[in-house]
Nanobody
Framework: QVQVVESGGGLVQSGGSLRLSCAAT????????MGWYRQAPGTKRNMVAR???????DYAESVKGRFTISRDSTKNTVYLQMNSLKPEDTAVYYC?????????????WGQGTQVTVSS
């Protein structure tokens, strides 16, 4: 079974930093990208940062310059370094693993981890 396990969430003061980790294990093949999404109360889940299998990155405009995504492909692990955190970053953060199978993308998701930024 595929498992996506996240860690690193928690409570931090405004201006502080957190580093999220996500490790994907199991029968994972043809990973296209791994990334982080977040969902604040009353909102839809939105992309925060993604990194593709060739190493290209994509960030939400709201986090550019503050967040950095990185990976360890040998371990199917992705990290999100979050600096200069703001209260508006408060959300549940979900790890995403996008794979290619049968000519279509299939996504695996972590359970989500709460990030709370106090003012």
């Amino acid at each position: 079974q595929v498992q996506v396990v996240e860690s690193g969430g928690g409570l931090v003061q405004s201006g502080g930093s957190l580093r999220l980790s996500c490790a994907a294990t199991g029968s994972l093949f043809n990973i296209l990208a791994m990334g982080w999404y977040r969902q604040a109360p009353g909102t839809k889940r939105n992309m925060v940062a993604r990194i593709t299998r060739i190493g290209s990155t994509d960030y939400a405009e709201s986090v550019k310059g503050r967040f950095t995504i990185s990976r360890d492909s040998t371990k199917n692990t992705v990290y999100l370094q979050m600096n200069s955190l703001k209260p508006e970053d408060t959300a549940v953060y979900y790890c995403n693993v996008a794979t290619l199978g049968s000519a279509k993308e299939y996504d695996y998701w972590g359970q989500g981890t709460q990030v709370t930024v106090s003012s």
